[in-house]
């Protein structure tokens, strides 16, 4: 049969599960547009969308043969994509926090009891970490959150660009966030709750 257009959504999962690629390709076209536009409502860049996207279909491939249905096939897709596109939030969320409370470890803030514990023992194992990093961007780091300097500042300081100080704060941001990934998880999990109601 060659023309794909005319079968079923069940007529083409049928077919995948024995590894067609032609009804593959038909159910991606018959989906992708409107699965992208889907992604992008909610994680509003183009980029990740269309990735996400992509991970669905590359997904739908390997479990070609045990897949199994229990409604619609735009239905499990949607699904599935849903379940993606959270997942990504969440993760985003978490790199997003976790670069905040760095940011914020110098000054406590007045919030819940849990969480001022929290972010205390992120600052304390902020300072037993530092020493890992190179000299220089120890010094750039500890400058900024401890001296509470500006990069032109520090630059001047130093003697150096304020381009390559703004290149030593991220690499400290990025090793310290990495380094403190457990507690990380633990202070964000309170900013994760609404997710619950994100989708409904």
Known sequence: MNNWKTLTDEELVERLNFSDHAAFTEIFHRYHGALYSFALKRCREAEIAE????????????????????????????????????????????????????????????????????????????????????????????????QYKSNKQIAAELGITEKTVENHMNRALRFLRLSLHQLFTIAIIYSLLYLKTFFK
């Open 51 to 146: 990735e996400l996207v992509q991970d669905l279909f590359v997904n739908l491939w390997i479990k070609r043969g045990q897949l199994y249905i229990t409604a619609t096939l735009s239905g499990y897709l949607y699904v599935a994509l849903r379940n993606l596109v959270l997942n990504h939030i969440q993760k985003q969320m978490l790199r997003d926090r976790a670069t905040e409370i760095l940011r914020l470890a110098a000054p406590v803030p007045q919030t819940a009891p849990e969480e001022i514990l929290i972010v205390k023992e992120i600052g304390q194992e902020v300072d037993r970490n530092l020493h890992l990093l190179p000299e220089k961007c120890r010094t750039v780091y500890e400058l900024s959150r401890k």
